[in-house]
Structures are given as structure tokens and as C-alpha cells.
């Protein structure tokens, strides 16, 4: 079975759970960026980064996963941003057109509500099957064992429905 984990990843949370499921299942690894690549710090990041999720902006990716098609499941991840995904994951949303494929959601945040965030990924995806999501909180300063522990499991269980 083929699998892919994408995700987007602004602080390396997402990285490490991307990173970390992609091990744990042999699944291909690709990492969303934008074309402008700016890094967002400070109260920037808070400001500027929540206005555009806010707002559903769409910035352009600087590259796609090849044939998306060939994959038997997708998990797909990123961080919460003021409730909703980041700007790069409605990118990826409104430019791969995915139909009838198995996927998984997994979510970095800081402890907020995550259900906006994984109900506006869903409208993004309808006519596919979701078969999981999960929410990974603060995992770069959670207990490293732990944490993997908890990607790890998920990641197992997901791969086999």
C-alpha cells in the first residue's frame, strides 16, 4: 500500500509528526512550502499569520506531491492557526483535486479547540473518506518518548483500517 504524508510546517511540530508518522509506516514525506518562503516570527506570526488563515488566503505552493492518485492514503497535517489551517494547506485544498481517496488529518496546535480547523479541511475534501484525525498538542515541548509514542499509535491505526 502506498502512502504519503504532507504537511506544512512553520515552527517544525508538524515536521516532527510528519516526520515521525512517515517512519512509523513507510509512507513518501512531502513538505508543503509557499513560493515566498517568508518566515513569520514574532508577533508577526500571531498577526499576520492568523489574518491570513482568517481570511482562507491561498498563497502559491512552491511544489505539489506527483500523482497523488497512486496513493492508497494521505495523511495530510499542519498547524492551527486562529482555529483554521494554515494559508499553505487551503492551498493544497483548492490545487490537488483528491476523489474517492482514503485520508487522514492530524493537526499541532496549543492547545485550543481544534474542530474548526478539521471541519474546514473536511469541506475542502469532500467526496473522499476521512478515516482519522488527530490532534497533537505543542509536540516539539512535549516529553519526546511520550509524544512519538502517541504519533506512533496513531499513525499504526490509521494505516490499517
Known amino acids: 500500500m502506498k502512502k504519503l504524508v504532507a504537511f506544512y510546517s512553520l515552527e517544525g511540530n508538524s515536521r516532527f509528526v510528519g516526520q515521525t508518522i512517515a517512519k512509523q509506516i513507510d509512507a513518501e514525506l512531502f513538505e508543503l512550502k509557499t513560493k515566498t ?7 508577526s506570526k ?9 481570511f482562507g488566503m491561498k498563497p502559491p505552493l512552491a511544489g505539489l506531491p506527483k500523482n497523488i492518485e497512486k496513493y ?7 498547524p492551527v492557526w486562529a482555529s483554521r489551517p494554515a494559508p499553505a494547506i487551503n492551498s493544497f485544498l483548492a490545487t490537488v483535486k483528491l476523489k474517492d481517496a482514503r485520508i487522514a488529518l492530524f493537526c499541532c496546535n496549543g492547545g485550543g479547540k481544534t474542530d474548526a480547523f478539521f471541519s474546514r479541511i473536511r469541506a475542502g475534501l469532500k467526496g473522499n473518506s476521512i ?3 488527530a490532534s497533537f498538542q505543542d509536540p516539539l515541548a ?20
Do not use: C, N, P
Open 37 to 43: 518562503g517568508r518566515k513569520l516570527t514574532g508577533f
Open 46 to 54: 500571531y498577526f499576520i499569520g492568523g489574518m491570513q488563515a482568517v
Open 72 to 78: 492508497d492514503l494521505v495523511i495530510l497535517g499542519g
Open 131 to 133: 478515516t482519522g484525525t
Open 142 to 161: 512535549a516529553d519526546r518518548d511520550e509524544m512519538k509514542k502517541k504519533i506512533t499509535d496513531w499513525a499504526k491505526r490509521i494505516s490499517k483500517k
